[in-house]
């Protein structure tokens, strides 16, 4: 006698309909979440350092909220923007793999948010877990509208670590007393550099080393024999920053959202766009100490920079059979000097990926095009019958790639590219090595003035690329945080002086070179860098220090599409703005 089942279909036994029941939830776990926010972009009142300002924010929050999604997540943001400012908001690291729509550089992939207007981003989160973070990408917004991103692992997936206690954000910034779009106006207009933040903060509040500023102190609660993580981002404007907690050590685990062979340390530098994950090991007793966690500027270039420090305070939360004491001793770190261009050095040669079955280095082995580029401070010359306030009181700042200082469009260069309509856009003629040799780190040129133009490169799909980036002493040597939007590239070299293109290859690390989106060209020297241009679409690559970005230290490029159906630029949603 067949015996009964309660199946879907009469023949199915229960050991099928468990295997199609594992099989599908596989499939579910592998597809992801869809995870919606809604980003009201809006004025709010924000008092620091005694001076009210009104600060541009999400969802009135400065810094703003958390967005949080897993590995294989899609994100839905709809962003409203109830300001007088047009605004787009940039997915910092997010490779936006075919979805160059949602990426939000303006001008770039897209035309501004225009006011009471709303536009949807749409991406999902392939091959990323990790701490990045979100931004206004037009003009000096970003100075208060940003937020942290975190990518949790997959279901059921562990960190390559152990487990902390606790996860925690700490986001370092700026704070202007005044209007960061008026400083920076007006720097433009007189072509002399901008005023300075008036202090650095951490998650928001500048701490008690500034004047009428000892109630905005962050303080991070810890227990004893804990292991937490900490999430640091650095979101300042301007400057790259040291970061030191007192009488303690951390291990780095990740950079840019990709996980590193662990190393130890006391103190870290981190650029402006990049993330650093942290596992902090909190004293196995109660201390009978606070211990200050300070930020500090690294600054190599010439004029001015907010020499001041900001900092939280770690408390270590009492034992309940332990007596309150007030009388705490305050332990101080000590932070590398402004201009610690070796410490700088060291600490960034110590990145390595995990280069192992699970988080393979997929560096490019072989080159198919290779760019040099340089990247540093130039001049414009003054308007006729004015004085500007930059070199000699007759020239602008301004600053470029291989000489060439971007301008932005008046449409999106994405948009030009994908309805075939470039002319008067762009031109596809960017220079892919300087167009007069010098030396680059010596005695510069004569003529410091730049080009300007809306210049681009364009590569083939899956094009592998080595691009040297090389700074320049025309008006001094300086480091330059550089972010490759729609990518994360391989360092593979790194010195100081004039890359020499017959002696430096030779030591290029293939193996396990550490994988960023943000990485800084040393203070005179250079960096080189490989990829695989295999996501279709139009990139932005600028200096993440925003006043270099404004002066002309950007430029774009184009990746064709592959001829497979993953490889190819997703159709324009429906409500991409215009312009």
Request: with cysteine; glycine share 8%; net charge positive.
């Amino acid at each position: 006698m067949a015996t009964s089942c309660l199946c879907p279909f009469p023949s199915m036994s229960s050991a099928i309909l468990f295997s199609a029941l594992v099989v599908l939830l596989l499939l579910e776990n592998a597809a992801g979440e869809t995870r919606h926010y809604k980003f009201n972009i809006d004025y709010h009142n924000v008092t620091r350092l005694c001076h009210t300002r009104t600060l541009l924010t999400v969802n009135r929050k400065f810094p703003g909220p958390r967005l949080v999604a897993r590995e294989g997540d899609r994100v839905i943001v709809k962003v409203v923007n109830h300001i007088a400012n047009n605004v787009t908001l940039h997915w910092h690291g997010i490779r936006q793999l075919t979805t160059g729509w949602s990426d939000g550089p303006s001008y770039i992939t897209q035309c501004p948010i225009q006011t009471n207007q709303s536009y949807i981003y749409n991406f999902t989160i392939t091959g990323q877990r990790g701490t990045l973070w979100w931004h206004a990408h037009i003009s000096w917004l970003r100075a208060s509208l940003y937020g942290p991103i975190i990518i949790l692992p997959k279901r059921n997936e562990s960190y390559p670590f152990v487990k902390p206690h606790k996860e925690v954000i700490i986001m370092l910034g700026e704070w202007f007393n005044s209007d960061p779009e008026a400083i920076i106006s007006q720097a433009l207009k007189t072509g002399g550099g901008p005023n300075v933040s008036d202090a650095y903060t951490i998650n928001g509040l500048p701490g008690p080393l500034y004047n009428c500023s000892s109630k905005d102190t962050y303080k991070l609660k810890v227990k004893p024999g804990k292991t937490y993580l900490l999430r640091l981002i650095n979101a300042a404007l301007n400057d790259e920053l040291f970061f030191s907690i007192a009488n303690h050590t951390v291990t780095v685990v990740e950079g840019d959202a990709v996980y590193t062979k662990p190393f130890e340390t006391d103190k870290l530098i981190i650029s402006p766009g990049q993330t650093t994950n942290v596992l902090l090991k909190t004293k196995p007793e109660y201390p009978n100490a606070s211990f200050l966690m300070a930020a500090s500027p690294y600054f190599t270039g010439q004029g001015t920079f907010d020499n001041s420090t900001t900092v939280g305070i770690l408390e270590y939360e009492h034992p309940s059979n332990h007596k309150s004491s007030k009388n705490l001793t305050l332990m101080q770190p000590t932070l590398p000097s402004s201009n610690a261009t070796g410490f700088v050095a060291n600490y960034t040669g110590r990145f390595r990926s995990l280069a192992n079955a699970k988080f393979p280095a997929n560096v490019p082995k072989t080159v198919d095009k290779k760019f040099f580029f340089t990247v540093g401070l130039g001049t414009s010359p003054c308007p006729k019958n004015t004085t500007c306030q930059g070199p000699n009181n007759s020239r602008k700042f301004a600053a470029s790639v291989n000489n060439v200082s971007f301008s932005f469009p008046t449409v999106a260069i994405l948009q030009a590219h994908y309805f075939g309509q470039s002319n008067g856009v762009y031109t596809t003629d960017f220079p892919t090595q300087p167009l007069i040799p010098f030396n680059y780190t010596g005695t510069g040129p004569n003529n410091t003035n730049v080009i300007n133009g809306t210049h681009v490169v364009v590569l083939p799909f899956n094009t592998s690329v080595e691009l040297v980036l090389q700074d320049t002493g025309i008006l001094g040597v300086e480091s330059h945080p550089l972010h490759l939007h729609g990518y994360n590239f391989f360092i593979v070299g790194k010195g100081f002086g004039n890359f020499d293109p017959s002696k430096d290859p030779a030591k290029f690390n293939l193996v396990d070179p550490m994988e960023r989106n943000t990485a800084g060209v040393p203070s005179g020297g250079w960096i080189a860098i490989r990829f695989f241009a295999d996501n279709p679409g139009a990139w932005f690559m600028h200096c993440h220090l925003d006043v270099h970005t404004s002066w002309g230290l950007r430029m774009a490029w184009i990746v064709l599409d592959g001829a497979g159906p993953n490889q190819k630029l997703q159709p324009p949603p429906s409500d991409l703005p215009k312009c």
